[in-house]
């Protein structure tokens, strides 16, 4: 019986032997000498161009030559993601500035990368010298690269298409954009020199949102709710064509805004339908707008659901094809507590020692009643004379004030989100010893395989990933507000495009975040510096399939107080339970006695929320930066089959989505 292999027929042509081995048919494929046959496509292909690189699952790419100027091993980041699963994925590469050259390797390295490659054997003893800082990549100017001729004069701009090729380059291009990285110290304690650090940090704090604000932002909630906006843009086959589905959906919202302003307040309501024109009202628009992304870096907690759709509106109205049909911008710069002062010329305020007083945190916790007190009374009275001593101008007491105050807000947040780690940075080091486990209930000691690990550390091992991490953790939470900003900027960037791809949890906006990355590999350096040492791998993932895109990387890392507060409030209330005799038998008889138990409770977070699992392959889990994250929350989710989970119970203990 004939068999037809393809919708082309294949004439068997003999071999010497009079056989036809080589040719693509069943029965060849079947045979003793399958290893013979090849597709006949491969053959075209080979005869067509023998000097073409090889593209197979089992070939290599082809080397690209790392740039002048940037590191050789930050070439290679996965950004764009793939078409369809069966092709090789689209990159697009973000090149970290070189800082430093290794005189063994003759290779040029971004810190990072440098200690990542030297940690140990032989090249741990390569001496690496800085780079001079005139040896500096092509200049840049407005978050794109540019080519300048030698006489001076800049490169016509060539017509941009919609290809895959086109994207890539933009985003590369993009990525080379110059980024403030420069981190900030420690906080100055009461009584020491400010110096310029309130001034650098309040770049990035948000400017609290007084009581008309606020009143603005439920309406933009509101509307945010009701609206279906992903829902119809984010899909695949639909009747308009996307810019103009964009743009109808914008103008629907806008809609909506107007009709709930008209009905909080009448006046104002008729101001905006007077023209009955979307542009005349663009200042209006774009304040609302950025009232919701003020509110929301300042509250993480907030807006939820929301955010989401209004980030991803702003992304679309960013297009050129979409700003053109829209006839106007709904964009504009969060208002910062730099930017209000610097505009009235009272930065110096940032420079008193009184702003130390002024913003600090006041805690009840071991303290009487009566220092408590006299601390408020020296907060307040410190900023009723910031507030009187420079006002000014168009900036009256109450807006120094509201200043203050959301500086005073950061501070909040620090310690909400920041604080958690270092509380467990310090359980780490009281309970378990750096090195070596006194016994099997204090080692730390992971084995892959083993209820559910993916790594395979010896206690000293997994006391220095379980400290750098934790370290890393505190970092990004110390800077998440810049972290946020420039987040922003990448999502809201002209110039670099998002795709719509299936990552696997669905479609998602995969897009290129290049001043995000930067900072964190700025941040990764700081930590590694920090620990000394690093174990596992320091691979940020940003625009790929596990982290699409800035949105999903803040949002992935403004959930850590979420997994750590609880467990310190657990801990910190064990003791206040065992004052009670029924609890304490409790306590004594199932683990021996209260230092056990917490040991016990520490010992398994320790182990299991940090062993490489929670993915659903070897592949999106393990040792990554991002996949350290991962394996917490799912120790999270098994917190219920855990037997000390009673404890956590009677603490008060709700879940890691309530309120605590």
């Known amino acids: 019986m004939a068999v037809n292999t393809s919708s082309a027929s294949i004439e068997p042509t003999l071999q010497p032997d009079g ?4 040719n693509f048919t069943l029965e ?7 290893e013979a046959v090849e597709h006949p496509r491969l053959k075209e292909k080979d005869s067509g161009d023998a000097t073409e690189p090889g593209h197979g699952w089992d070939e290599e790419s082809a080397v690209r030559p790392a740039a002048d100027g940037f590191c050789v091993e930050c070439e290679g980041v996965w950004l764009i993601g793939s078409d369809r699963m069966d092709e090789v994925e689209l990159t697009a590469y973000i090149d970290q500035p070189a800082q430093v050259v290794c005189d063994t390797c003759v290779d040029n390295y971004c810190e990072v990368c440098f200690a990542a490659q030297h940690r140990k054997g032989s090249r741990k003893k390569h001496i690496a010298k800085p780079i001079p800082s005139s040896a500096k ?3 840049v100017q407005n978050g794109v690269a540019e080519d300048v001729k030698k006489n001076g004069e800049q490169e016509n701009d060539v017509e941009m298409d919609d290809s895959d090729e086109e994207l890539d380059r933009i985003s590369i291009e993009a990525s080379k954009a110059p980024v403030s990285t420069q981190l900030l110290g420690a906080q100055p304690t009461i009584g020491s020199k400010v110096g310029e650090w309130f001034v650098d940090r309040s770049k990035y704090i948000p400017l609290r949102l007084t009581y008309g604000e606020r009143k603005y932002l439920r309406l933009l909630d509101a509307a945010l709710q009701v609206s279906e906006y992903t829902d119809k843009i984010d899909t695949l086959g639909f009747g308009l064509s996307k810019p103009k589905r964009i743009v109808h959906q ?3 919202l806008c809609a909506i805004l107007s009709g709930l302003v008209l009905a909080a307040d009448y006046k104002q309501g008729q101001e905006l339908f007077t023209d009955r024109d ?10 609302i707008f950025e009232l919701g992304r003020r509110h929301k870096i300042m509250n993480p907690d ?19 094809d979409v700003r053109d049909m829209l006839s106007f911008s709904c964009v504009k710069p969060i208002v910062s507590v730099y930017t209000v002062l610097e505009e009235k010329d009272a930065l110096d305020m940032l420079r008193d020692d009184l702003i130390m007083v002024a913003t600090q945190e006041i805690y009840s916790e071991g303290r009487s009643k009566r220092e408590v007190q006299r601390d408020i009374k020296n907060k307040e ?35 909400t989100n920041r604080d958690p780690c270092e509380k467990m940075i310090t359980y780490l080091k009281q309970y378990f010893h750096p090195t070596q486990a006194k016994d099997n209930k204090s080692s730390l000691a992971i084995r892959s395989g083993k209820q559910g690990a993916r790594l395979s550390h010896d206690h000293a091992k997994q006391y220095a990933y379980v400290l750098q991490s934790l370290t890393l953790w505190r970092e990004i939470l110390h800077d998440m507000f810049r972290l946020w900003s420039l987040a922003e900027q990448d999502l809201l960037a002209e110039n670099v495009p998002y795709r719509l791809r299936d990552t696997g949890q669905g479609l998602n906006r995969v897009q290129a975040a290049p001043k995000t990355f930067r900072m964190m590999h700025t941040i990764l350096h700081r930590a590694q510096q920090s620990v000394g040492t690093w174990i596992g791998s320091s691979a940020i993932h940003m625009g790929d399939h596990n982290v699409p895109n800035a949105l999903m990387f803040i949002d992935k890392y403004s959930q850590i107080y979420r997994i750590l507060l609880p467990i310190c409030n657990t801990l910190s209330q064990i003791p206040s339970l065992a004052e009670k005799p029924a609890l304490r038998s409790y306590i004594e008889d199932d683990f021996g006695s ?14 299991h929320g940090f062993d490489g699992s929670g993915a659903d392959n070897f592949f999106d889990a393990g040792s990554c930066i991002d996949g350290r994250l991962t394996s917490a929350w799912n120790w999270c989710a098994q917190l219920e089959k855990k037997r000390y989970f009673p404890v956590f119970l009677l603490t008060g203990f709700v879940g890691f989505d309530g309120d605590w």
């Not at 056989?19 to 080589?22: A, L």
């Not at 209004?310 to 050129?320: A, E, F």
């Open 28 to 34: 060849n494929i079947l045979g003793t000498n399958h």
């Open 302 to 320: 907030k807006m939820r659901t929301t955010y989401g759709k209004l980030i991803y509106l702003l992304q679309d109205s960013q297009s050129p």
């Open 19 to 22: 056989s036809t081995s080589g």
């Open 381 to 415: 009275r410190a900023i009723e004379t910031l507030a009187s001593k420079y006002q000014r101008s168009g900036l009256n007491q109450e807006q120094v004030r509201q200043c203050v105050y959301s500086i005073g807000d950061n501070h909040a947040f620090l310690r």
């Open 594 to 607: 209260i230092d056990n138990c917490m040991r016990e409770i520490l010992c398994d977070f320790f182990q």
């Open 278 to 287: 979307f542009q005349s009202n663009a200042d209006f628009y774009q304040t």
């Open 250 to 252: 914008i103008r629907e």
């Open 137 to 139: 990549p092509r200049s």
